[in-house]
């Protein structure tokens, strides 16, 4: 590579050194800062740049006049494009006072001509300078890796080329972001020109600069003739366009014309008012051819700097006139900038339905509609290009740095999607929340969002099958939604698992070696030199220990530090895998001869049961995830202190394989509105809601007005609870409405109707209309819901997911008795057939229960003793009598209590299928003590989980799965049977 100099007035500037077996070309002397006066001073360095741009030598003269008005023109000029050019920057910078806009010159050779002409206008201005060179012989490649570095500088708002005109290729030029493009030469800024659309481009400086001499010299322009001869390129496109939108009549003529004389005699004595030349150095153009008074523009894009012609250029003025448009326009692309980092009104098209009847197969109806391509999603919504990370056509991660640029915009309506106690079936909350958007935004025309779990492949090709919607309210594409999606899950497993070999591995090193053995292992001398590593000083930190050379510390400090003396018996953490698998719950490891008799009995959950998944749902941000990742408890050592995943030494790199599965998933409906997708926390052992972050995006894109309808797992009694209790009180969050679902056919069930059972048919109870059952459902279950609802002072709204066995007498019922138990409304939902039109009623009941003032309170305080924030919970929300606690259960409670946690929130594990402990108590059961089996926590997520009976984290494949209806077929790779 050829380089040369990189000079930066810029520190954001990244610094590129030169690459082992460059040729780097001889300047004997380093660059000087260049910033305006009272600026701060800006770093340069040595670096692979690239540079260019032809920088005119222009000169005015006027027919016979004498020489001494040359130039007044271009001081009056300048004057007044510098003054308002530094009204809109002060003015820019009031409101933005950090903001500090920055044009890069890069250039081919070390020559500072222009270099000084634009840093003698940025200091009248106040903006900065950076200058980038490279060598006279720069190839291609080398000034496009700059171009595009400097596209992703989001400091720099300019970029002017001084490059020779060979190297002004069509690559170069259409590399540069448009938006950078200060100097208008881009095919897409050029073609905006000659359109008249200057609402996103620029008018090329030197266009701006001979225009403003020629309205100075003869104003008003409208009317008057120039003659311009020469030059075929952008500058003369650009400035014959400019000239006839300022009424001109714009001769054009060919220097190389052998009528050239006859041509100028005529047009010139005749009716030109003026004679612009371009591109023509060596023309020769005698006085005798101007007619008096008519001005003579001469424009010479050469890269000679001679001393003569920069003292005439310089005189006359002109080039600074034409760096003063350069900086107006650098200041206009910071002040776009800007603009775009504010928030931006959506203008979304949704896609079209045509539902069809019967209803086809999910996977039909996903085939059927053709998403939009996902960055068009984005720009819809009001993301910028540098916020999204694409994966594939249509999903794209979303970078949290949207949450800095739009920390002032108001938050949305946040709505919350909970149901009554479910059949085994499921009762469709993730189907009522497609379909709620999707009215909200494609039918009411409001902003809105849906953010839900990632469905873990364990149900997908078990039992349930995904969670993407049915019907025509679902995400689309639905295979990709319920498959592997971003890989968020996977990058869970790896992080798990690593903490698992860490574990394993350490328990190993620490029973086969000495204190000075494991010293000299963990510290190793590299090079003669033994250093602590940022973990390692950590743990040395919480030990008491504050000597940080690894020679002062004393051997029973060198103990302490190199023993973790994990009880294996105490030990707390297992391996997961996305899969059911039940030969995996309980395993022995260690057997192979080289672990030395280290076995011990351990298993392995599913991946989505992993401490890590909530912690992924309740991290704000990477930082608070990294925290939340060094602090789980893995297991206790002997002498009973815990021992957390810091002490492992593992938590930065558990963070680093979670750097992108922390970034929400963006994804869209089958009407084209926004989703997303993150995270997928257990309900029965965790708070089973998608994440924090999800949700905090979501709320500033949708804007003050919009929607955010988030989905809680289960019945009201677990997701919803855990909402409000964890995951609220972790968010800062508050909710405005709780839609609740209900069913007729789950309301049949706990009015008194027989069991359901998953993959077997149901009984004819399900199928007939009978309103004592459905009353009966109504009357208890679907009451003491809203009643749970209300615990919190939420309003409530009841969704009514209707099935085509339902009857309109029962819709009716549910409809009615709901509104009697203390809904704000009740209504029925026709999104599986319809899609967003069929929840519109839906879709104005919340917007108007949303308008209404919530009173939101949490139902205990966090200060509570354990035990009586799990009395709380159990009496109040399940209806039980009292709690009873197993030995073990307060055994764990007191330890806590010791250790300092005893502030967390409980995140109860229970059965779904009931408000009690006992699956098979149906509507409200009464009269029953919650047993308490065994408590737990989860410190790096940020609660304490009492066990409620038996509560499994691997559950196990049917004896038919989901998996015998799942192929692909090899042609067209389309799956089928996974829906």
């Known amino acids: 590579m050829k380089l040369s100099i990189i000079r930066s007035a810029c520190g954001s500037l990244r610094l590129h050194p030169a690459r082992p077996g460059s040729r780097v070309s001889g300047f004997s002397r380093r660059c000087q800062p260049v910033c305006p006066a009272n600026s701060r001073l800006i770093l340069r360095s ?27 023109e271009c001081d009056t000029s300048l004057s007044e494009v510098v003054q308002s050019t530094k009204e809109a920057m002060l003015a820019m910078q009031r409101r933005h006072s950090t903001v500090q806009p920055l044009l890069a010159i890069i250039q081919a050779g070390e020559d500072d001509h222009l270099l000084e002409i634009s840093k003698k206008i940025a200091g009248r201005i106040g903006l900065n300078i950076t200058q980038i060179c490279l060598t006279k012989e720069c190839s291609e490649d080398e000034i496009v890796e700059e171009v595009l570095k400097l596209n992703e500088n989001p400091r720099v708002h300019g970029v002017h080329f001084r490059l020779p005109p060979a190297s002004l290729t069509s690559r170069v030029l259409n590399t540069l972001k448009p938006e950078k493009d200060v100097d208008g030469i881009s095919d897409l800024n050029m073609g905006r020109l000659v359109r008249g659309d200057l609402s996103k481009g620029f008018v090329p400086p030197r266009a701006s600069a001979v225009l ?14 120039v003659l311009l001869i020469g030059g075929e390129g952008p500058f003369g496109v650009a400035l014959q366009c400019l000239m006839e939108r300022s009424g001109v009549i714009a001769l054009k003529s060919h220097w190389s014309s ?9 047009c010139v004595c005749v009716c030109a008012d003026a004679v612009v030349l371009l591109g023509a150095e060596n023309m020769d153009f005698p006085p005798s051819w101007v007619r008096p008074g008519a001005a003579v523009i001469r424009c010479e894009p050469t890269l000679k700097t001679d001393e003569h012609a920069i003292e005439m250029s310089s005189k006359s003025g002109l080039e600074y006139l034409v760096a003063a448009y350069r900086t107006q326009n650098v200041v206009r692309s910071c002040s776009r900038w800007l603009q775009k980092q504010q928030y931006q009104p959506w203008h979304l098209h949704s896609l079209k339905l045509q539902p069809l009847t019967p209803v086809p197969s999910d996977i039909e109806i996903s085939r059927a509609q053709t998403p939009k391509p996902v960055d068009q999603l984005a720009e819809e919504i009001g993301l910028l290009p540098e916020e999204l990370e694409a994966y594939g056509r249509s999903k794209a991660k979303v970078r949290l740095s949207l949450l800095d640029r739009l920390h002032k915009q108001p938050d949305g309506k946040y709505v919350l999607v909970a149901g009554i106690t479910p059949t085994p079936l499921g009762e469709g909350k993730s189907t009522v929340t497609i379909g709620l958007v999707q009215a909200l935004t494609a039918h009411l ?22 969670a993407a919607g ?30 698992a070999a860490a574990i394993d591995a350490r328990m190993l090193h620490e029973a086969t070696q000495s204190d000075k053995a494991l010293f000299n292992r963990l510290v190793p001398s590299v090079k003669g030199v033994r250093r602590f590593s940022p973990i390692q000083i950590s743990r040395l930190h919480r030990l008491g220990i504050n000597e940080q050379d690894p020679a002062s510390l004393t051997p029973q400090d060198v103990s302490t530090f190199v ?4 009880d294996p018996s105490k030990i707390t953490w297992q391996r997961v895998v996305d899969t059911n698998d039940r030969f995996l719950r309980k395993i022995t490891v260690g057997q192979a001869s080289t672990e030395k008799g280290q076995m011990r009995e351990t298993g392995f959950d599913i991946a989505v049961a992993s401490e890590i998944m909530a912690i992924l749902a309740l991290a704000d941000s990477l930082e608070d995830m990294r925290t939340r990742l060094a602090r789980m408890v893995v297991g206790t050592s002997r002498s009973g202190r815990p021992v957390t ?35 997928g926390p257990f309900a029965n052992i965790a708070h089973g809601n998608s994440s924090v972050l999800a949700d905090k995006l979501a709320l500033k894109l949708v804007g003050r007005d919009g929607f955010v309808v988030t989905e809680a797992g289960f019945g009201a009694d677990i997701g919803m609870e855990k909402f409000f209790n964890i995951k609220c009180r972790t968010s800062g ?19 008194g109707g027989p069991n359901v059972s998953a993959g077997a048919p149901l009984p004819r109870e399900y199928i007939d209309e009978d309103l004592s059952l459905v009353e009966g459902g109504c009357r208890s279950n679907l009451r003491k819901q809203i009643q749970i609802a209300h615990l919190f002072g939420v309003p409530v709204v009841v969704a009514l997911n209707v099935f085509t066995t339902d009857t309109q007498a029962e819709i009716e019922l549910v409809c009615h008795i709901a509104k009697e138990c203390g809904a704000s409304d009740a209504v029925p939902c026709h999104h599986w057939a319809q899609g967003g039109r069929g929840s519109l009623d839906l879709a104005q009941a919340v917007n108007e229960a949303a308008s209404r003032p919530s009173n939101f309170q949490f139902l205990y305080n966090i200060e509570m003793p354990i035990v009586e924030k799990i009395r709380t919970i159990a009496k109040k929300v399940y209806g039980a009598d009292d709690i009873e606690l197993s030995p073990e259960a307060t055994a764990k409670i007191d330890y806590y209590n010791q250790q300092g946690y005893d502030s967390l929130p409980i995140c109860m594990a229970k059965t779904h299928l009931s408000l009690s402990h006992m699956p098979d108590k149906k509507g409200v059961p009464t009269g029953f003590v919650l047993p308490i089996r065994d408590v737990r926590a989860s410190i790096g997520a940020g609660f304490i989980f009492p066990l409620v009976g038996t509560m499994s984290t691997m559950p196990g494949l049917p004896t038919r799965p989901c998996f015998y209806d799942i192929d692909l077929d090899p042609v067209t790779e389309e799956i089928t049977g996974l829906f």
């Open 46 to 72: 040595a670096s692979a740049a690239s540079s260019g741009g032809t920088n005119p030598k222009v000169s005015v003269h006027y027919g016979k006049q004498s020489r001494k008005n040359d130039g007044v």
């Open 212 to 225: 403003d001499l020629l309205e100075k010299h003869e104003a008003p322009l409208e009317g008057k003739t």
């Open 258 to 266: 052998k009528s050239l004389q006859s041509q100028v005699c005529v």
């Open 445 to 466: 025309k409001l902003n809105s969002f849906a953010c839900l779990r990632q469905p873990s492949q364990g149900p997908t090709f078990g039992v349930k099958g995904g």
């Open 470 to 499: 049915g019907g025509y309210a679902q995400v689309i594409p639905m295979e990709e939604f319920n498959l592997h999606l971003t890989g968020d899950i996977h990058a869970i497993t790896a992080a798990n698992n690593l903490v």
């Open 563 to 566: 023993r973790l003396d994990l």
């Open 645 to 679: 995943a810091e002490d492992l030494g593992v938590s930065g790199a558990l963070t680093v394989l979670m750097k992108d599965a922390i970034k929400p998933t963006l994804m869209q409906t089958l009407e084209g509105t926004p989703v997303f997708v993150h995270a």
């Open 733 to 751: 969050l508050r909710p405005d409405v709780v839609v609740l679902v209900a069913t007729v056919r789950a309301l049949k069930m706990h009015g």
